[in-house]
Every structure is written in C-alpha cells, then in structure tokens.
C-alpha cells in the first residue's frame, strides 16, 4: 500500500473565469488504493488511511493559463458550509502570501472516526484580481469503515 | 507561477530600417506586469521571472520565456498564410481573362486599336495588374529565393496589390521581421538558456524563440535580440528584399522565493482537521 495519496485537481481555467462558477469546469481525482468515490468529478470522496500523506496538486486545462490552491479548510459543520459557487475575494490583512508558493500536503490525523465525510473548501486562484478566487465545498476526505470490504466492492 | 512567460516585441519596421536603430522604434510588451514587469509598451523592458526553490536550495519551478514579434506596417499574421498566394493566383487568373477579352477585341472588333502602341498599351495595363514580384535575398548575398511558393507580391498593408513599384508607392506591407540569435549578459552569465524551435503554429511562420530560466541567481540581468528586417531594393531588374540586421535590448529580473507548506507556513504536519462534529455526521447515519 502506497503511504502518499496525491489528489490531482484539473480546472478549466478560462471557463471558470467567464461564467465565474467552478462547476462543471473542475474535476478531481486521486490514486488511493481503497477506491475513492465519485473520481473524476467535483465531489471526491478520498478513501484514506490515518498516517497517510495527502498531496493535493492543481492543474490549467489550458497549459498557459495559471491557477493555484490559495486555501484548504477543513468544514466543522453545517453553519460553516456555504453556497459552492458564491464569489469570494476577502483581502487578509497582514502579508500577503503568494498562493503559487504554497505546497499542500499532510498527514491524515489519527482521530478521524471511520466512516464519516470530512468536507473540506479547496479555494482556487485563478491569476490575480477582483474575481480571482473561486471555491467549492463538496470534496472530502474518509477514512471507510471495512477497509477490506470497501476493496471487495 | 505555472504560466509561461510570453515577450511581445512590435517593430516599426519602416522607421526602424530608415534610422538603422531597432532600440528607438520597438514596443515591448510582456504578461508579467502582474507580477512585477516594468515599462510595457515602451522600448525598455523590465520582465520579472518569479522563480521558487524547495527548503533545500534545489528549484521548484521551471519558468520559460517565449518571444513573438509583430511589425507595424505588414498585413496583420492572422491572416492565413495562404493568403499571399491566393492573392497572386487570383491576379493571374484576372489577366488571363483580360487577355481573353484583348484577343476576342482585335479578331471582331480590330479597329478599335489605331496601331500596335494601343495594342501594347493595352497589354502592359493588363501585365501591371498582375503586380509586382519580390525576390527575397538569403545569407549569400549571390543567393535568392522566392518567398513562399509563389513569389510575394507587393502589396500595400490592406492587401491590395499595387501596380507598380516606386518611389511614389504607398505603404507597402512589410515581411514580418524574425529573431535570429539571443545573446547578451543573461545568456553569457547561462542565465537563460535561449533556442529557435520549430512551431505547428504558423503565426510564427513556424518557428519561434523560447528559452528555460535558471531562477537560482537573482538579479538585473541583460540580454541581446537580434533581429533579421527586410527593406525592398530594386537590383538589376527584379524587386528584391535585403535583410537588414539589427538589435534590441531587454532586462530580466529574476526573484526565488522558497515554496512552503500552505496549511503551517512551514514543514508539513497533519492535516487541520476539527475533532468535534456535528450530530447528524456521526457514523450510522452518513454512511
């Protein structure tokens, strides 16, 4: 079994930016071993391990265009979960960090209970300016109940 | 950065051949001023090249440079390359016609043409709207070759054919200028690492210059375009394009910033999962 997980995020950059929506312009996947649900779309479920090391890389469907992840956080509940294609550019005082300098990657904690979704915002820079930033809240992260059974199926 | 770093070079080719200097009478433009470039549109250029390395000193990112020129005063390159040959071929097609007519005028209706003057006034009218054909010189100033399949006519920056060649013509379309060499203080210091590859793309008459970034010395570095003009000369009796060689410079700025770790600004960790969930998310109920 591969220690790492790499989840891999192709955005149609262009399409995003014109109708300013991520949907249908986003697509994500992964290469756990436990079969991660709904592979290809905007609603991964990545099927991971405690102690696994997560990597999420981001790519253009167009080579020339330029994206990156500007966030991922972690939902707590339902107050936290918002409209997935509501626009979002709040400017954080202090300094500012260039998203194309950022790695994402970690490990899976420990205390994750077996079975349940952990939702997570991956937040998306699209080049720079006032509509830069999109978001979208349906991928998350599991840790399945039966690792043996969730293989047989 | 994971964008590729296109300079845009506009060349006022007429002034630039006319003054014998390309620095005066050149606009450059790059897609970097988001990122820090200086002086778009001017004829001194600042691009910034924003590198990145890992905790280690070793790159993270590879940055690459491409360079396209445009020329003031030639038929727009978006124009398919076909366009230039259908041009003439419908040229000659029309003559053709003309003489037709000419021939069909002299058997029925012969006394029209006082004499064989107005005969051959009539057919040198018909051969001027054929146009003018160019020949372009190569390397060896012995050598000449005909651009594109056809010969490129002269052709005035609408695309229309002119008649004659002069010094009373108007505004001739221009052959696009081309790079031939990149050289100067970026390439000596092996900063930039610069080559001619062929392209599918014939907007850039298929070739172009690009060139990969050592991003791990920052700094002001200069480097050197050597650019290949043309200006129309009449040798003997033919309409030749003479290369005119001349060169510009640019600057590169160069930055690396080191990549960290989005969720701890720094190693990695594990991930900022909250412990507490709601009720309806315990398991049972989701899964």
């Known amino acids: 079994m591969s220690s790492k997980i790499n989840i891999v995020t192709v955005v149609d950059v262009i399409g995003a930016l014109s109708e300013r929506r991520l949907e249908n312009k986003f697509w994500m996947m992964d290469n756990s071993v436990f079969e991660s649900q709904n592979q290809g779309t905007h609603s991964l479920c990545t099927y991971c391990q405690p102690g696994q090391l997560i990597n999420w890389v981001i790519y253009g469907l167009d080579v020339q265009t330029p994206v990156a992840i500007k966030k991922i956080s972690f939902l707590c509940g339902d107050e936290d979960q918002v409209e997935t294609d509501e626009l979002k550019n709040v400017e954080e005082p202090g300094i500012e960090i260039n998203p194309y300098l950022n790695v994402w990657s970690g490990f899976v904690p420990s205390y994750l209970i077996p079975g349940t979704e952990y939702r997570y915002r991956l937040e998306v820079q699209m080049s720079k300016g006032v509509n830069s930033v999109m978001s979208i809240d349906t991928p998350s992260l599991k840790v399945p109940q039966n690792l043996l059974k969730s293989k047989d199926n | 950065m994971n964008q590729q770093l296109?300079?845009?070079?506009?060349?006022?080719?007429?002034?630039?051949?006319?003054?014998?200097?390309?620095?005066?009478?050149?606009?450059?433009?790059?897609?970097?001023?988001?990122?820090?470039?200086?002086?778009?549109?001017?004829?001194?250029?600042?691009?910034?090249?924003?590198?990145?390395?890992?905790?280690?000193?070793?790159?993270?990112?590879?940055?690459?440079?491409?360079?396209?020129?445009?020329?003031?005063?030639?038929?727009?390159?978006?124009?398919?390359?076909?366009?230039?040959?259908?041009?003439?071929?419908?040229?000659?097609?029309?003559?053709?016609?003309?003489?037709?007519?000419?021939?069909?005028?002299?058997?029925?209706?012969?006394?029209?043409?006082?004499?064989?003057?107005?005969?051959?006034?009539?057919?040198?009218?018909?051969?001027?709207?054929?146009?003018?054909?160019?020949?372009?010189?190569?390397?060896?100033?012995?050598?000449?070759?005909?651009?594109?399949?056809?010969?490129?006519?002269?052709?005035?920056?609408?695309?229309?054919?002119?008649?004659?060649?002069?010094d009373n013509m108007p505004e001739i379309s221009r052959i696009n200028p081309t790079i031939t060499e990149i050289t100067g203080e970026a390439v000596d210091k092996k900063i930039i690492y610069p080559a001619a590859y062929t392209s599918p793309d014939l907007f850039t008459n298929g070739w172009y210059w690009s060139a990969s970034v050592d991003t791990s010395r920052p700094g002001k570095y200069a480097y050197t375009m050597h650019v290949k003009l043309h200006k129309l000369y009449f040798i003997g009796d033919e309409w030749i394009w003479t290369p005119v060689n001349l060169k510009c410079e640019a600057y590169l700025k160069i930055s690396t910033a080191p990549r960290v770790n989005g969720f701890t600004g720094a190693g990695v960790a594990e991930l900022p999962i909250p412990i507490f969930r709601t009720q309806e998310q315990v398991p049972g109920e989701i899964s």
């Open chain 2, 6 to 166: 296109s300079i845009i070079l506009m060349i006022d080719v007429k002034a630039a051949i006319n003054s014998g200097s390309l620095q005066e009478y050149v606009y450059m433009f790059d897609n970097m001023k988001i990122d820090g470039s200086e002086g778009e549109g001017s004829n001194e250029l600042v691009s910034a090249v924003n590198g990145s390395h890992w905790m280690n000193g070793i790159q993270a990112s590879e940055q690459i440079l491409n360079w396209s020129l445009i020329s003031l005063g030639s038929v727009p390159r978006t124009v398919p390359r076909f366009f230039y040959t259908e041009k003439s071929r419908r040229s000659n097609l029309k003559a053709i016609d003309k003489l037709n007519e000419l021939k069909a005028k002299i058997e029925y209706e012969g006394d029209i043409f006082e004499n064989a003057d107005a005969v051959l006034a009539e057919l040198d009218h018909i051969a001027k709207q054929t146009g003018v054909k160019t020949k372009v010189q190569g390397k060896r100033r012995d050598l000449q070759r005909e651009f594109g399949t056809s010969g490129f006519e002269i052709m005035d920056v609408t695309g229309e054919l002119l008649n004659e060649a002069g």
